[in-house]
């Protein structure tokens, strides 16, 4: 319809095209301008911005250097806020500080007052002495004339006033002790407050500062956006410092550039050009209204008009009149409203053309009256497609049994989908080979119509990604194998596509995250963007190319995926359906057929369809066509989907979870020779993001360690996924360590690279907690040292791993003045100190020399006594009891002695019973270095 339009409005196309190309000069000489002036505007707008954010970062830096103290000793935030937790308990015990203070006020009123009474006292008695010697020393008579008081009575009144000032004293006394307790009890929680507030000003100085650089980062970001909007910078940094110095450089030389500019006449000069294309679009409007005249004409005279859905609803000029005959093709996809619109535009014959066994119209609403009148299709809302399976098909239902498309191989794969009744011409396509091999490399080594590649052996892993609301998947080496296998595909020396032509091979999954991915590794390969085109099978529908390979991307860890299971049969045989039929002459399936299988063993992936293909078609193991270095190509792949990767610029940066994986990942992806990971817990989504830089580093023979909690310190319900996800981590080379009761969040790469911080490695949550990274040798060595990382990780593989009694793992745990110590997984089992020799052939040597001991006393305790130094000795412990050797060295007449000492009821018994297999019991641990729980 559209070429007719233009045949019958030539000169006023010629007309519109011409103003349109004038238009065009005039936009592309006003965008520049535009710019121009919005950056010379932006120099002056912006100095007052820049101070402002100057002064920001310099308060930032200060406030980071008076953090930088504390965050020197992060491996011990743990110990630091359990401190705090006491002394809140232990200010909590007291009286509130005001009332303390209020009863020292009284205690000192008190004193005061106590101490008046005890002088006026003191006073009095001092008066009463001196009458009582008066008296004394007075005859009666005379007594009586001096109204003196009689001796004895006198004397009992000094006495009376001596105990009084006695029984003051010692009050005073008390109220003065108990002012002290007081006083003491008040300046103890008055150092305890300043030591909560302290901690709590770190606290508040860490959020601040974070707070801080993201509302930097923020502000920085917008900068850089509109300096990369004007093409001024192609690329961003994350790093605030980075950013600001960016802006900085930017503006200095924007400023210089433009020193000269006349703003005014910059801006006469685009007012002019937006009039000049205001005009233009006025008579280019004109133009196309009369053409859109034109083609009101055509449309009611054209006894054939070929439109799309939509221009058929959305055309007053086609809704405005009546056709004999209305053809609707891929119905099946078509929402059932719009297809009502077409209809009705039919006078005498309506022909409903689709497949009701493909894909239905897609709806991303979860809307339940969405779902009904726009989810459904024509055939399944009509009723069509229940008659036909009921085998009662109306009668003018025609079904298409012959197909023109596929091999016969790939057509007997179709015949799953529609019970065997496609037929397939003899000798079909045969004419069209010659095409295909024009640029199909046939010599690739496996070229059959159908093949399957299995992806079993290459340790892929799922990663969950969000899209839409729901959860998604995508496969990084999956897809790099899939875009490894077109590109061997292609032949070097073929001709280019036609312009306009459907791409040669089609890279077809049933994720789009996953679809999306494979888009970027085909556009950073040149040799593959003409001819490869990845997408969904929904993007597919109604198209066909030579070659599809087709990914079925699911993989471990993810079992509860809709291809695995039944209640999701229907939509999933028309999702394969139209991926597996898009194929003319090659069909390449890729998938990790033996867990795809077996995870989905009920439904139709796993009950039907793989079996039949494994029975019929050959099957080829993924690692033997790949080159080399697929793993280094799958992390590149996955840093590429994340944007690329973020270099830090400096030794010491602090950051969130927002940089934090990346960074990681780009360090993991530049190890050389080891890589060691502290994390307490983990999580599929984080270890299935770091996966991909993990398995290429094992590749390059890297060492790899993970240290994380035991088994016994897991949930029930988490313990089938941590094990998996252990598993997952030892089959691409990693050694997995465990270790009771950890904290610590660490990461060392090589012999420089150390992170330190809050946030789990293998593990995520949505926190803002922070994590240091740490570029020097000596802080490594220093952490290497302090946590003696070198005899923890030289451990496992060799017999020190094993338990010397029942032969389990033996596990670090938390030690009291040690980092750790060697212990059994079975409680009250074995353990040992990190310096303590193993006991290799069930014998313990001196601990100091490695020499032979026997047993002997120091004092009245047993001990080993080394044979060739007698000042070397190391107590005798219950756990040394079942090493039958050791026992063999206590004389029979001490053992008594020992059971005594050790607390044991029959020593015979306790030997017999502990060298027996242990169970795992919750009893104490008992240790070769001491008792501990």
């Known amino acids: 319809m559209k070429n007719q339009v233009e045949r019958q409005s030539k000169e006023l196309s010629g007309q519109r095209d011409k103003l349109k190309s004038q238009k065009q000069v005039l936009e592309d000489e006003l965008t520049p301008l535009e710019n121009q002036i919005a950056m010379i505007e932006w120099i002056a707008e912006s100095n007052p911005d820049i101070f402002s954010i100057q002064k920001q970062l310099e308060k930032l830096h200060s406030n980071e250097k008076e953090l930088s103290s504390f965050m020197e000793e992060q491996a011990k935030w743990k110990e630091i806020s359990e401190h705090i937790a006491i002394l809140r308990k232990e200010i909590n015990s007291y009286p509130p500080i005001d009332r303390q203070k209020l009863n020292i006020s009284e205690l000192s009123t008190k004193i005061a007052s106590l101490a008046s009474q005890i002088a006026d006292k ?19 008579l005379m007594r009586f004339f001096k109204r003196l008081p009689k001796p004895e009575d006198q004397q009992a009144n000094v006495i009376n006033l001596k105990k009084q000032i006695a029984d003051l004293v010692i009050e005073h ?108 679009s006025y008579e280019i409007a004109q133009i196309e209204n009369i053409l859109s005249q034109v083609e009101k004409a055509v449309i009611a005279k054209a006894s054939i008009i070929g439109a799309t859905l939509t221009k058929t609803y959305l055309s007053d000029d086609i809704q ?4 004999d005959t209305v053809i609707l093709d891929e119905a099946s996809m078509a929402p059932i409203p719009a297809l009502w619109v077409a209809a009705l535009l ?8 689709g497949d009701f066994k493909q894909l239905p119209p897609i709806v991303l609403s979860n809307n339940a009256l969405t779902k009904k009148w726009l989810g459904e299709d024509i055939f399944q809302v009509s009723g069509v497609r229940a008659l036909w399976e009921k085998n009662e098909p109306p009668e003018y239902f025609i079904p298409l049994t012959e197909q023109m498309r596929m091999l016969p191989q790939i057509a007997n794969i179709a015949n799953l989908f529609y019970d065997g009744i496609l037929r397939t011409p003899v000798n079909l396509h045969s004419s069209n080979y010659e095409e295909l091999y024009q640029w199909f490399n046939k010599d690739w080594g496996h070229d059959m119509p159908v093949l399957l590649v299995d992806t079993g052996s290459l340790n892929a892993w799922v990663t969950s990604v969000g899209k839409n609301g729901k959860g998604s998947r995508l496969n990084f080496l999956s897809a790099t194998v899939s875009v490894d296998l077109a590109e061997q595909l292609l032949r070097q020396d073929r001709p280019k596509r036609q312009e306009g032509g459907p791409k040669r091979i089609l890279l ?86 033996k867990y795809c299988q077996s995870q989905g063993k009920k439904a139709f992936l796993g009950k ?28 590149k792949a996955q840093m590429s989907m994340l944007g690329g990767a973020i270099e830090p610029d400096s030794d010491r940066i602090v950051v969130t979870q927002a940089d934090f994986f990346r960074i990681l990942s780009a360090d993991f992806s530049h190890a050389s020779s080891r890589i060691v990971i502290y994390s307490p817990f983990i999580t599929q989504d984080r270890t299935g993001f770091l996966l991909p830089q993990l398995q290429a580093a094992a590749a390059r023979n890297v060492f790899i360690y993970v240290l994380t909690k035991h088994d016994s310190e897991r949930k029930k319900s988490e313990l089938q996924q941590y094990r998996k996800l252990e598993t997952q981590l030892s089959e691409i080379g990693a050694v997995v360590i465990h270790k009771l009761h950890m904290h610590e969040k660490l990461v060392f790469i090589d012999n420089d690279i150390t992170w330190i911080g809050s946030l789990n490695p293998l593990s995520f949550y949505n926190t803002q907690e922070i994590m240091e990274r740490r570029k020097s040798t000596s802080v490594l060595q220093d952490y290497f040292k302090i946590l003696r990382l070198e005899e923890l990780l030289s451990v496992p593989g060799k017999p020190e791993s094993k338990c010397p009694i029942c032969g389990s793992e033996m596990i670090a745990a938390d030690g009291v003045k040690e980092p750790y110590y060697w212990r059994c997984v079975n409680d009250e089992c074995y353990s040992r100190g990190i310096s303590q020799p193993y006991p290799i052939g069930g014998m313990l040597t001196c601990k100091r020399c490695n020499s032979k001991v026997e047993f002997g006393y120091w004092g009245d305790y047993p001990h080993w006594r080394c044979s060739s130094n007698t000042k070397h000795r190391q107590k005798v412990f219950k756990s040394h009891l079942r090493l039958p050797k050791m026992v063999d060295l206590i004389p029979k007449a001490e053992r008594k002695k020992v059971c005594e000492i050790l607390h044991i009821d029959n020593f015979d018994s306790f030997v017999i019973n502990d060298n027996r297999h242990l169970t795992k019991s919750n009893t104490v641990q008992t240790s070769l270095i001491g008792d501990t729980k």
């Open 320 to 323: 405005a009149r009546k056709f």
């Open 173 to 280: 006394t008390k109220v003065q002790d108990s002012l002290k307790v007081n006083q003491n009890v008040l300046n103890r929680t008055e150092t305890l407050i300043a030591e909560v507030s302290k901690y709590e000003q770190v606290k508040s100085l860490r959020s601040d500062a974070i707070k801080r650089r993201s509302q930097l980062s923020s502000t920085l970001a917008n900068m850089l956006d509109r300096l990369t909007m004007w093409g001024i910078i192609n690329a961003t940094p994350t790093g605030v410092e980075e950013m600001f110095a960016l802006v900085l450089k930017t503006h200095s030389e924007v400023a210089a550039k433009f020193a000269n500019a006349n703003i005014p006449m910059l801006k006469e000069r685009a007012s002019a050009l937006r009039s000049e294309i205001a005009r233009l």
């Open 508 to 593: 077809v999954s049933p994720y789009r995250p996953h679809a999306e991915l494979v888009k970027v590794l085909i556009q950073e390969n040149s040799l593959l963007q003409d001819d490869v085109i990845s997408g969904t099978a929904h993007s597919f529908q109604g198209s066909e190319a030579h070659v599809v390979i087709f990914d079925l991307v699911a993989d471990e860890p993810h079992w509860k995926v809709n291809l695995f299971i039944p209640d999701w049969d229907d939509q999933i045989k028309c999702l394969l359906n139209v991926g597996l039929t898009r194929a003319k002459f090659r069909l390449i399936i890729l998938g990790d057929f």
């Open 346 to 353: 039919a006078d005498k014959n309506l022909i409903i053309v």
């Open 122 to 140: 003191k006073a009095r008695l001092n008066d009463a002495e001196k009458i009582l010697t008066q008296s004394s020393n007075t005859g009666a």
């Open 608 to 635: 039907t369809l793989l079996p039949y293909l494994l029975k019929n078609y050959p099957r080829i193991e993924a690692a033997q066509l790949v080159p080399d270095g697929l793993a280094a190509r799958a992390a």
